[in-house]
């Protein structure tokens, strides 16, 4: 009895030391982990603080360089208070822009035109509605310029320059102003422009009238305004190009097809390129006129039908001959002619 005692005193002291063990393993896990938790938010706060100050060192880094003093060049101002203009800096990648500084900040650049509009010089006091007025003036100013450089190249319709400016997102106003300017100026005159694209496509694009008038539609000339220009039309011109296309189109055509398909395709492609009906029919009919009808169908023919007999030489003569009759009647060949020249063939082979 004693001895059972003894054991259930020993077992019991056994789980009190291994509470005692388990508790301190328990302790000691819960303390790294508090340190994890500790380490963990330390190194997110420095983690976050670090992305702060990148941040914060990126937007200075910008911010300086917008402020350069060579590389400022914008219309937005960063100053909208009253100050005084303290430097006007030539900018050097444009020598035709200048930088405003205010109270020893940048303000705005601007174009020669604006610098001597508002008569601006160092000293002067500026406020926030003339800042603001300086800065209309010259996007509005910038738009003239860009339209008068397209309009260096070539002339061009209104309507043409006005695409341009809404192309560089230009505002209404400042597409206005640009746009009566240059008209003032002559240099935006749709009626000079009409004249000069009816003289100029007419000797060297010898489009036909009704083309040239679907063009100028396009560029935005009024049709009151395009039957006055078509007044520069010469008709004994017009004539004159409509008769030598056609007839190196039907010198082309006749390689390749009969006498009527060649004059059908000579008055197809004069219509598409402009000419009128009655003039077009008596193009076709001088070519005609012109030309030995019989010789030709007769030399096309058998160039033709000679190119598709050796083609179709594996046939026998039957299929051949079918093969060969068949091609030249769809190009439009008289059938008298295919016969006869089949008759020959037959008998010379």
């Not at 930088?99 to 002067?124: C, M, P, R, Y």
């Not at 422009?193 to 489009?207: C, D, F, I, P």
């Not at 030399?299 to 068949?326: I, P």
Request: glycine residues 4%; proline residues 0%.
């Amino acid at each position: 009895m004693v001895k059972k005692y003894q054991r259930l005193s020993e077992i019991d002291a056994t789980d009190t030391d291994n509470h005692a063990r388990i508790s301190d393993i328990e302790n000691k896990n819960n303390q790294q982990v508090s340190r994890k938790r500790r380490y963990s938010k330390a190194n997110q706060s420095t983690t976050h603080s670090t992305t702060n100050e990148a941040n914060q060192l990126l937007e200075k880094a910008q911010q300086l360089k917008k402020n350069k003093n060579d590389g400022a060049d914008t219309n937005e101002p960063t100053i909208m208070k009253a100050g005084r203009l303290t430097a006007i800096a030539v900018q050097k990648k444009n020598k035709q822009r200048f930088n405003l500084f205010i109270d020893g900040q940048f303000a705005i650049g601007i174009g020669e035109a604006t610098l001597v509009h508002f008569a601006l010089s160092k000293g002067q006091l500026i406020d926030e509605e003339l800042l603001n007025q300086i800065k209309t003036y010259d996007h509005c100013d910038y738009a003239y310029q860009v339209g008068l450089n397209y309009l260096t190249h070539k002339l061009r319709s209104k309507k043409e320059v006005n695409e341009k400016l809404q192309e560089q997102d230009f505002s209404e106003d400042a597409i206005h102003f640009a746009i009566d300017k240059l008209t003032n100026l002559h240099l935006i005159d749709d009626d000079n422009y009409g004249r000069s694209y009816v003289r100029t496509e007419m000797r060297a694009g010898k489009k036909g009238s009704r083309v040239i008038a679907r063009d100028l539609r396009k560029k935005g000339l009024s049709d009151d305004l395009i039957q006055d220009v078509l007044t520069e039309f010469d008709t004994n011109q017009e004539w004159g190009n409509a008769y030598s296309m056609g007839e190196k189109y039907f010198d082309k055509q006749i390689r390749k097809h009969s006498v009527r398909d060649s004059v059908q395709r000579v008055k197809t492609h004069l219509l598409s390129k402009g000419y009128n009906h009655d003039m077009v029919n008596d193009v076709v009919q001088r070519i005609e006129q012109s030309t030995d009808d019989l010789s030709i169908e007769h030399q096309a023919l058998h160039k033709e039908a000679d190119k598709l007999w050796r083609k179709h030489r594996q046939l026998t003569d039957k299929e051949r001959t079918f093969k060969v009759k068949g091609k030249l009647m769809q190009k439009g060949y008289d059938i008298d002619e295919i016969n006869r020249y089949l008759e020959e063939k037959g008998t010379n082979d």
